[in-house]
Structures are given as structure tokens and as C-alpha cells.
């Protein structure tokens, strides 16, 4: 079974641009949260989408914001990057009723803010 | 604010000893507990989780201790193998939320 997959693996973008990043879960997963990863804060949920519905929401601004598809792909964009929106971006896939610890998580999508 | 605190940043430990990770959380609320092991280029993958009705829980070389009145848990990893070097996370979370909250990790290195 393929894992979750995230791309682009890596990206440069300039402060003000906006970025979309995608993610494809395990096959038969439905729910996928996303995570920050900075070096001083560790990894800070994002939110949690299920069936196309954010389910769960992190502490991040508006310029923060996600949607999941039909077939439960999911993307993140961030709009008027700044320079702190630097970091590892996560995503997690999980099935229906699995718990925390049934998260799959992906490589991961690097930005850059320059 | 950071609810789950890893107050070191490295560790070493020589091939074949005891690796103790340690872990703080602030927040009363956790009630599942959770250690990530990260390779770099590769997502944190699930390495063994603790419930608050229990103080320890063990698979393999790997036993999570749990003390609640603390508010503090532990990884032990005995013996520490090279395959082990790689940054570990705890996480925290409420049963039935499928958020996390991750302290910042600590690299661990095994010398051979």
C-alpha cells in the first residue's frame, strides 16, 4: 500500500506570494490533519479535515486554510506568506474511527520564504 | 504556549546502554500520550503510545512510563541500537480529538 505523499517536496517562495501545497493519503483513509514543523515549536496542528469538512482547527491566522476533496486529497494554501511561515509542513492520514496512533504521516513539503 | 515541553534538545548514549527520553505537559486535559521516532526526509512515524489509566507501557526494547501527578512521561529504549539515532517526538491529546500536540523534539544519538 503506498504511503501518504506530499508535493512539492520542496519550494521557495518571496514574503507576500501565496503557496498551495498538496497531500494524497493512504488509499481508504479519510480524515488528514496537517502540521507545522519550526525548529524553536516542534510540530503545531494545522487542522483536520474528514469527508471535506474541517473538523478541527490549530491556533494559526486566517491566512491559514485548507480543503479536502472528494476523493480525500487534500491541500493547504497559505496566503501573504511571511518570512516565519517558513518551515517542514506535515500531513497526516488516518481512517474513519483510527485513533491518534493510526496517523500516517508524510515526507513532508519544505518552504522557504525568502 | 507550549503545552508539551522536551527540555533537551540532543542526547548521546553509547551502543548497547538504556536512552531516556523525557517529556513535560502542562495541560490536565491529555489523557493519551504518544512518541514519534523521525528519520530526516521522512514523516514522524508512531512508535508507542500510554493511556492515563496506565504508568507504563512496553513493546520490545521501548516502555513508556507515565506518572500523572507530574505531569511528566519517559521513553526508555534498552539496549540503544545505531538504527535508534534519529529525533524524537512526544505528543499529547485528549481521547477521541485527533489533534496533537508535539513538544520539540530530542535528537538522539547511539555511538557505536
Known amino acids: 500500500k503506498a504511503g501518504v505523499t506530499q508535493t512539492p517536496r520542496y519550494l521557495i517562495k518571496t514574503r507576500g506570494q501565496q503557496v498551495t501545497l498538496s497531500c494524497s493519503p493512504i488509499s481508504g483513509h479519510r480524515s488528514v490533519s496537517w502540521y507545522q514543523q519550526t525548529p524553536g515549536q516542534g510540530l503545531q496542528f494545522l487542522f483536520e479535515y474528514f469527508s471535506e469538512t474541517q473538523r478541527n482547527k490549530g491556533n494559526f491566522p486566517g491566512r491559514f486554510s485548507g480543503r479536502q476533496f472528494s476523493n480525500s486529497r487534500s491541500e493547504m494554501n497559505v496566503s501573504t506568506l511571511e518570512l516565519g511561515d517558513s518551515a517542514l509542513y506535515l500531513c497526516a492520514s488516518s481512517l474513519v474511527l483510527a485513533g491518534v496512533d493510526e496517523q500516517f504521516f508524510g515526507p513532508g513539503t519544505r518552504l522557504t520564504v525568502l | 504556549d507550549q503545552q508539551v515541553k522536551q527540555n533537551s534538545p540532543s542526547l548521546s548514549v553509547q551502543e548497547g546502554r538504556i536512552s531516556i527520553l523525557n517529556c513535560d505537559y502542562t495541560n490536565s486535559m491529555f489523557d493519551y500520550f504518544l512518541w514519534y521516532k523521525k528519520y530526516p526526509a521522512e514523516g514522524p512515524t508512531f512508535l508507542i503510545s500510554?493511556?492515563?489509566?496506565?504508568d507504563k507501557n512496553e513493546d520490545g526494547r521501548f516502555t513508556v512510563f507515565l506518572n500523572k501527578s507530574a505531569k511528566h512521561l519517559s521513553l526508555h529504549i534498552v539496549p540503544s541500537q545505531p538504527g535508534d539515532s534519529a529525533v524524537y517526538f512526544c505528543?499529547?491529546?485528549?481521547?477521541?480529538?485527533?489533534?496533537?500536540?508535539f513538544g520539540t523534539g530530542t535528537r538522539l544519538t547511539i555511538i557505536p
Open positions: 500510554i493511556s492515563s489509566i496506565k
Open positions: 505528543a499529547a491529546t485528549q481521547t477521541g480529538a485527533n489533534n496533537l500536540f
